[in-house]
């Protein structure tokens, strides 16, 4: 997008006999024409503006519609980043351990942590009211000389259907089976990738000296009804792992 909202927690009135997508779009449209949207400013994420305004991703997707076809945004249609794998492109729909087998690996998983924890922080950037996730971490390594490979650190936030998970395990020891047996189905997210220099206890996991340089991939997956379904910190062996991107 060519331009983006700012702010949140806007309302979208009640408009006699105009639909939410017309609302919204009008509301984006004023904040465009005020100023307050400068030219080439980057829309807000669609997941952003429906929290924003409370509404579903379908409505925001119509007055997002409604904007292009005034000539207030334009869009940048084919534009995808992509993880991965020697060369290779990491196809997570799957789960992450498929995924990198077909692209290649040859991984040893080991499970570090799988327990309930405690994080106020994360539940706060979130927006989450509870402060209780399901946290697992795993520490990949190749299985032929032991080099590290990544290490994934998932926390799910605390819910009814996940609540045994530490006592039951991993069904088939994949994460992505697990939440999806339990009716928790990927739809969207956000993702952003850095690099870091490895802590002491990173280090440690994956027989590396410490400040050894990862890529790091923070990712917030969201269900259909934009529920935060996983947060995920990844830690990428950049000799193995890169972003690729179309454009």
Do not use: Y
């Given at each position: 997008m060519s331009r983006a909202g700012v702010g949140a927690g806007a309302g979208i009135g009640t408009g006699v006999g105009v639909g939410k997508p017309e609302r919204i779009a009008r509301i984006?449209?004023?904040?465009?024409?005020?100023?307050?949207?400068a030219h080439g400013d980057q829309l807000q994420s669609e997941s952003a503006l429906v929290r924003r305004f409370a509404v579903s991703r379908s409505t925001v997707r119509k007055s997002l519609g409604h904007l292009a076809e005034?000539?207030?945004?334009?869009?940048?249609?084919?534009?995808g980043s992509?993880?991965?794998?020697?060369?290779?492109?990491?196809?997570?729909?799957?789960?992450?351990t498929k995924a990198?087998?077909?692209?290649?690996?040859n991984a040893l998983t080991r499970t570090l942590r799988l327990e309930i924890v405690e994080d106020g922080?994360?539940?706060?950037?979130?927006?989450?009211?509870?402060?209780?996730?399901?946290?697992?971490?795993?520490?990949?390594?190749?299985?032929?000389?032991?080099?590290?490979?990544?290490i994934e650190r998932?926390?799910?936030?605390?819910?009814?259907?996940?609540?045994?998970l530490p006592m039951r395990g991993l069904r088939d020891g994949s994460l992505h089976s697990t939440l999806r047996e339990?009716?928790?189905?990927?739809?969207?997210?956000?993702?952003?990738?850095?690099?870091?220099?490895?802590?002491?206890?990173?280090?440690?996991?994956?027989?590396?000296?410490?400040?050894?340089?990862?890529?790091?991939?923070?990712?917030?997956?969201?269900?259909?009804?934009?529920?935060?379904?996983?947060?995920?910190?990844?830690?990428?062996?950049?000799?193995?792992f890169a972003l690729h991107r179309n454009f």
């Open positions: 984006l449209e004023q904040e465009i024409r005020s100023g307050r949207l005034r000539g207030l945004i334009t869009t940048s249609v084919g534009i992509f993880v991965t794998f020697d060369g290779r492109i990491v196809a997570d729909e799957a789960g992450w990198l087998r077909k692209a290649g690996a922080d994360l539940a706060t950037r979130l927006g989450l009211e509870a402060r209780e996730f399901v946290a697992l971490d795993r520490a990949r390594t190749d299985a032929g000389d032991g080099h590290a490979i990544s998932s926390r799910i936030p605390m819910m009814p259907e996940i609540e045994n339990a009716g928790l189905v990927p739809d969207h997210g956000e993702e952003w990738i850095d690099v870091v220099a490895l802590e002491a206890e990173d280090a440690e996991a994956m027989a590396c000296p410490p400040g050894t340089m990862f890529l790091r991939m923070r990712r917030v997956i969201r269900t259909a009804d934009d529920r935060v379904m996983e947060h995920i910190t990844s830690l990428l062996n950049p000799t193995h």
